[in-house]
């Protein structure tokens, strides 16, 4: 068994389909949960890590009911077939992916071997009640489960057998299906990540370091967003001959063109922004307030001059870009709920159209503006600019960089990008007096 993995003890669903699995309680009261096996769907994740403040929420939530019921198929919740119970409130206050929704068995059935839940003992219609809401039995549960384990093996670390690899099932012909499952795969990318970006942290010089993290991320999102899109350090620059501070990654429209080409960094029309993102490599209110005021510039250079060629009145005159979408990157942070706060007192009187969009804390969680990852998007020039939209939060572990993905490419894909009219940012033609031939 891996290393990390030595401190686990087993643990068993409960009801018909009873299934053994790993859990561990760590000191701050966070409940890791791993499956020994997903069924034949090597697709299925493989563990959760459900954080106190989950906990806390799931039994505050059962305080004032009688029994409340499992319901945690995926397919149901996916549906909207679901009845109340633990599976629709992961999924629903919680914020869990429905595929996720089946780690609420396995919670329960720690939270009832804790003797914190009681449990109707039905093989069907599994259903729980709250006795006794303290968290800190499932602490001392798998503390003594460790002691058990330690004791039985004659040493100091109790270990496990390394889980069965689940069965693959293979077409006709022996081929096997492909499988693609985001959340593993944003999960392996983030830890490829925060390794890429420690790799490059040492020297002494300050710019330096965050040069090279500037590169290692345009690098990484480069990789995942479509051809369409250039990234790049950078200037916006208006007609207007105002321009913004310089910003760690600039999404450009790729058929647009540049208003100036350095070695390393650029200065792009405003017209042909799409996204603006800081990124900081430890964000406290400091850090977060010089980016906020940072990205409110570029977010200022409305873009409106674009190119419209004379002799096509059928041709509908181009509606002004919307601001540029804005975010801050950070691989170490202080809690996602203290950031939202201090993000909440940035705002101030802002004007709307120029308030930060998003932040992604790394491994940590993700701030938006309503309605963002809660509901289905919405075109951003359609949005009411007289009105600053709330912020929410998500503490989404490991897949905050999904999230924060998801997110960014909906934006850039709901953005319009007309190209900028070069003849305005020319100021003229300086043709002098024109020569005709006789």
């Not at 792009?268 to 850090?287: C, H, M, N, T």
């Not at 850039?412 to 190209?419: E, I, P, Q, Y």
Request: a positive charge.
């Amino acid at each position: 068994m891996r290393a990390e993995a030595a401190d686990f003890v087993t643990g068993r669903t409960l009801g018909g389909r009873a299934a053994e699995f790993w859990w561990r309680a760590d000191a701050l009261g966070n409940l890791a949960i791993r499956r020994t096996g997903t069924r034949g769907q090597s697709h299925a994740p493989k563990g959760r890590l459900v954080s106190r403040e989950e906990l806390e929420a799931l039994l505050a939530w059962m305080a004032p009911r009688e029994w409340v019921l499992l319901e945690c198929l995926p397919a149901k919740i996916r549906a909207g077939a679901a009845r109340e119970g633990l599976g629709r409130f992961v999924c629903e206050s919680l914020h869990w992916p429905p595929c996720d929704a089946p780690f609420a068995s396995h919670v329960a059935a720690v939270l009832v071997a804790a003797e914190v839940l009681a449990w109707n003992n039905r093989k069907r219609e599994q259903a729980f009640r709250l006795v006794a809401p303290d968290l800190a039995r499932v602490r001392a549960r798998y503390e003594r489960l460790r002691a058990q384990a330690a004791a039985a093996a004659g040493e100091g670390t109790p270990r496990q057998p390394e889980p069965p690899a689940p069965p693959r099932r293979a077409r006709p012909g022996g081929q096997t299906p492909p499988q693609v499952n985001l959340y593993h795969r944003f999960r392996a990318l983030s830890r490829e990540l925060r390794a890429q970006i420690e790799s490059v942290s040492g020297g002494r010089h300050p710019a330096d370091k965050g040069g090279r993290r500037e590169a290692i991320v345009r690098a990484f999102l480069r990789r995942l967003l479509p051809d369409r899109y250039r990234l790049a350090r950078g200037e916006v620059y208006a007609e207007s001959q105002e321009s913004s501070p310089q910003v760690d990654i600039l999404v450009y429209d790729a058929a647009a063109p540049v208003l100036l080409d350095a070695e390393d960094s650029v200065v792009v029309a405003a017209e042909s922004v799409y996204a603006a993102i800081e990124l900081k490599p430890l964000l406290r209110r400091g850090e977060l307030a010089e980016a906020v005021d940072s990205l409110r510039q570029v977010k200022a250079l409305r873009p409106t001059c674009f190119f419209r060629p004379v002799g096509r009145p059928d041709e509908p005159r181009h509606a002004p870009n919307p601001p540029a979408f804005t975010a801050v990157f950070s691989v170490d942070s202080v809690s996602p709920h203290q950031t939202l706060q201090t993000l909440q007192e940035l705002d101030g009187d802002a004007p709307a159209f120029r308030c930060l969009d998003c932040v992604c804390l790394l491994d940590r969680g993700i701030i938006f503006r309503e309605p963002g990852l809660l509901a289905p998007p919405q075109w951003p020039d359609t949005l009411d600019e007289r009105r600053v939209r709330r912020l929410a939060c998500l503490e989404a572990g490991e897949d905050s960089l999904l999230l924060f993905y998801i997110l960014l490419f909906e934006q850039l894909s709901m953005r319009r990008s007309h190209l900028p009219d070069l003849r305005a940012y020319a100021r003229g033609i300086p043709v002098g007096k024109a020569i005709y031939p006789r």
